[in-house]
């Protein structure tokens, strides 16, 4: 059983920062992508940012230059640092990650429930 729980959100004042983090656990022999996504009251869920497991990181066009990703291969960790945040950056943040079980297993999808992110003065 492989679990992916998210922490870090929480009520920031616009231009502020945070800080989430991603922890994955369980039946893990390896991690290719993580990624994190947004879903914002009455939008659709939207890719925020990836990072492989060599490094290489992609970002939502808007948001390039205000978060970044990484990650801890050896904690199985991804974090999102945001800065600059903005009232439209509220939403529900999820991790998500390819994972394989075993040597001999497919990679399957994961998603954590979410942490919430709230901008706002």
């Known amino acids: 059983q492989v679990q992916l729980v998210e922490s870090g959100g929480g009520l920031v004042q616009p231009g502020g920062s945070l800080r989430l983090s991603c922890a994955a656990s369980?039946?893990?022999?390896?991690?290719?992508?993580m990624r994190w996504y947004r879903q914002a009251p009455g939008k659709l869920r939207e890719l925020v940012a990836a990072?492989?497991?060599?490094?290489?990181?992609n970002y939502a066009s808007s948001l390039k230059g205000r978060f970044a990703i990484s990650r801890d291969n050896a904690k199985n960790m991804v974090y999102l640092q945001m800065n600059s945040l903005k009232p439209e950056d509220t939403a529900v943040y999820y991790c998500n990650a390819d994972i394989t079980g075993s040597y001999y297993s497919h990679a399957m999808d994961y998603w954590g429930k979410g942490t919430l992110v709230t901008v706002s003065s």
């Open positions: 990072i492989t497991n060599g490094g290489t990181t």
């Open positions: 369980g039946s893990i022999f390896s991690i290719n992508h």
